[in-house]
Every structure is written in C-alpha cells, then in structure tokens.
C-alpha cells in the first residue's frame, strides 16, 4: 500500500491501482449463499470418500444374504454417522457466518482484478490484495465464478457484478491465462 501524506498524525492509506484492471460494483457475499458454495464444494472434495459407506452398506449385504452374519443395525449406523458428518460440516460451515473473524469475507468489496492480483477494497483508501498464487482452484458455476483459497474460504464473483460484458471477457481471458478454466 502506498502511503499517502493527509495529516500528519493520522497516515492515510491508498490502494495501488491498475488502469488496466477489470473493476466490478460492490458486492457482499451472503450468508446463505456462502454455505451453499461451502456444501458443494466440501461434497465435490469429499465425494471420495462417499464410497466407505457404501462398501460397509455392500459387504452386510453380501453378509445378510449368504447367512454368514445377519444385522440391521450396521444399515441404521452408516446412514447415521454419514447425515451426521455432512451435519457437522453444514454447522461449521454456519457458524462462520457468525464468527467475528471471519466477517470480512462477507463485507462488501469492490475488485480490481488484473493478471498480477487480484485487489480487494473497501473503499477508495482500504483493501486487501490477493496474489494468483493463493487461488487453489476457480470454476465458473451457473451464475458466477468461484475462487477457492481452501476449504471455506473463497471468493464469489457472480455475473451481475461486472460492469460490462467487455469486463467481463476480460476477467474470463485471465481465468483462462492463469489455467483455472479451460480455453
């Protein structure tokens, strides 16, 4: 950030600007939103794993119909552990929304984003910037785009927050420079 001189008591910070970046409106991401785009993305990370119940749910089958071991209880026990481990995740997921620390992933910022960062502000003066480098992975769903930073943190850049479509096709060129969607 580059600090520019207003009085001398109190510094005041500017935000580096790149005249050729693509500039969006402010948006705030929402809470409901935020867990939805949570959900999908830990099920698509996690949809490996979906494949442990299963085998349990199969191999008491195969036990139940040769008459080797017969139960029900493991049938109730898999389905329960599963709902309460995609649960688990769907509270804390929740509960980010409410915690202090984590409020400014939903302020409302406007971006800056051009092929070195992508700038974060608040205003003219504050903001955050965000290297390529930390993007673990971006995809372009239905109504937007999505930057995964890790597991429940990321950036949500719906279609309707670009002030042109030219904008627009700007930021899609660099998401394609930068690999994250396919040319």
Do not use: C
């Not at 003066?125 to 390529?132: A, L, N, T, V």
């Not at 109504?143 to 995964?148: F, H, K, P, Q, S």
Request: aromatic content about 14%; cysteine-free.
């Amino acid at each position: 950030m580059a600090k520019v001189s207003g009085n001398k008591h109190q510094p005041v910070y500017q935000m580096p600007s790149n005249p050729a970046a693509v500039r969006t409106k402010k948006y705030a991401l929402p809470a409901k939103k935020y867990i939805g785009l949570a959900m999908l993305h830990f099920l698509k990370s996690q949809y490996k794993w979906s494949l442990i119940p299963m085998a349990l749910i199969l191999i008491n089958a195969i036990l139940n119909l040769t008459g080797v071991y017969p139960n029900l209880w493991i049938y109730i026990t898999v389905v329960v552990a599963t709902i309460l481990y995609v649960l688990f995740w769907l509270i804390q997921f929740a509960g980010i929304t409410q915690l202090a620390q984590y409020k400014p992933m939903f302020e409302k910022f406007q971006y800056e984003i051009d092929s070195r960062q992508i700038l974060m502000k608040i205003n003219q003066k504050e903001g955050s910037i965000m290297k390529w480098e930390q993007i673990q992975d971006a995809y372009k769903d239905k109504e937007g785009y999505v930057l995964v930073i890790s597991k429940g943190q990321f950036i949500y850049l719906p279609f309707t927050i670009f002030n042109s479509e030219h904008e627009h096709k700007m930021f899609e060129r660099i998401m394609k420079q930068k690999d994250y969607l396919k040319a």
